[in-house]
C-alpha cells in the first residue's frame, strides 16, 4: 500500500520561505513521479508542481505559473523523499499543501489533474502572514 506523509508547514510571513517534506512509502520510489497540491477552504485542489525520475540521474520538474521561479521541487531517491521549497512567499500562498504520488512515472500528461494521483498525504498548512 502507498502511503505519503507531509510535514514542515507553519507560519511564516511575506517574502519568506519553507521547505515542505514528503516521504513516501510502500513503492518503488524512483517508479513513480510526485506532485504537491494546494488547497483552501471553498476551492478545488490546485497543481503547484510535479517532478519525475528518468533514470541516469535526471529529474524532470513542472511548476504553476502562480509559483513559478519562487518553488523549487526535488526529489531524493535514497530516501524515498520529495521537497517543496518555497521561497519569496506571498500571502496567496497560504493553503493546505498535499504531497502525492503519481500514477505514472511521468509529469507530462496533465500532471495537474489529481485524478492521476494514486495515494495522497493528510497535508500541512502553510500560513504567509502579510
Known amino acids: 500500500q502507498v502511503q505519503v506523509v507531509e510535514s514542515g508547514g507553519g507560519l511564516v510571513q511575506t517574502g519568506g520561505s519553507l521547505t515542505l517534506s514528503c516521504t513516501a512509502s510502500?513503492?518503488?520510489?524512483?517508479?513513480?513521479?510526485m506532485g504537491w497540491f494546494r488547497q483552501t477552504p471553498g476551492k478545488e485542489r490546485e497543481g503547484v508542481s510535479c517532478?519525475?525520475?528518468?533514470?541516469?540521474?535526471?529529474?524532470?520538474?513542472y511548476y504553476a505559473d502562480a509559483v513559478k521561479g519562487r518553488f523549487t521541487i526535488s526529489r531524493d531517491n535514497s530516501k524515498n523523499m520529495v521537497y517543496l521549497h518555497m521561497y519569496r512567499l506571498k500571502p496567496e500562498d497560504t493553503a493546505m499543501y498535499y504531497c502525492?504520488?503519481?500514477?505514472?512515472?511521468?509529469?507530462?500528461?496533465?500532471?495537474?489533474?489529481?485524478?492521476?494521483?494514486?495515494?495522497w498525504g493528510r497535508g500541512t498548512q502553510v500560513t504567509v502572514s502579510s
Open positions: 517532478i519525475s525520475w528518468n533514470g541516469d540521474d535526471e529529474a524532470t520538474t
Open positions: 510502500g513503492l518503488t520510489f524512483t517508479e513513480y513521479a
Open positions: 502525492a504520488a503519481r500514477a505514472y512515472a511521468s509529469c507530462s500528461v496533465s500532471w495537474v489533474l489529481s485524478a492521476h494521483y494514486i495515494s
